[in-house]
Nanobody, 130 residues
Framework: QVQMVASGGGSVQAGGSLRLSCVASGSFASKNYWAWFRQAPGKEHEGVAAINSVTGSTHSADAVAGRFTISQNNAKNTLYLQMNSLKPEDSAVYYC???????????????????????WGQGTQVTVSS
C-alpha cells in the first residue's frame, strides 16, 4: 500500500516555471521506477518523465525534453519535477507513480505502458496561460 501526494501546481504565464513535488508514504522502499504523468480534459493520459531510483537514469518525453527535469531526494521518498519554459499545451493535471520493476527494463517502455493508480492521489493542476 503506497500513498503518493503531488503538490506545487498553479497558474503561470507562458515561459514561466513551476516545481512540483510528490511525497511518498507506506510501502514504497522496493519501488525503483518512478515517473510523472499528466492528463488534460479530452486528451490522453501521457508519461512526462521517469527516473530509476537505483541507477539515477532518467527519461523525458519528447514534448518536454530540455524543459522539464525529474529528480529525487536522497531518502528516495520525494519526487520532483522542475518545469521551465512552460507552454499552454503543458496545462494538465500532473500525477506521480512508482513501481517495482526488474532492472534492465527501459524507462520509456515502462512509462508509456503504465497507468496511474488513483489510490495514490488525484494529482496537482498546472495551468499555463498565453
Amino acid at each position: 500500500q503506497v500513498q503518493m501526494v503531488a503538490s506545487g501546481g498553479g497558474s503561470v504565464q507562458a515561459g514561466g516555471s513551476l516545481r512540483l513535488s510528490c511525497v511518498a508514504s507506506g510501502s514504497f522502499a522496493s519501488k525503483n521506477y518512478w515517473a510523472w504523468f499528466r492528463q488534460a480534459p479530452g486528451k490522453e493520459h501521457e508519461g512526462v518523465a521517469a527516473i530509476n531510483s537505483v541507477t539515477g537514469s532518467t527519461h523525458s518525453a519528447d514534448a518536454v525534453a530540455g524543459r522539464f527535469t525529474i529528480s529525487q531526494n536522497n531518502a528516495k521518498n520525494t519526487l520532483y519535477l522542475q518545469m521551465n519554459s512552460l507552454k499552454p499545451e503543458d496545462s494538465a493535471v500532473y500525477y506521480c507513480a512508482a513501481d517495482e520493476v526488474v532492472e534492465g527494463v527501459l524507462l520509456e517502455h515502462w512509462m508509456e505502458g503504465r497507468s496511474v493508480e488513483s489510490s495514490w492521489g488525484q494529482g496537482t493542476q498546472v495551468t499555463v496561460s498565453s
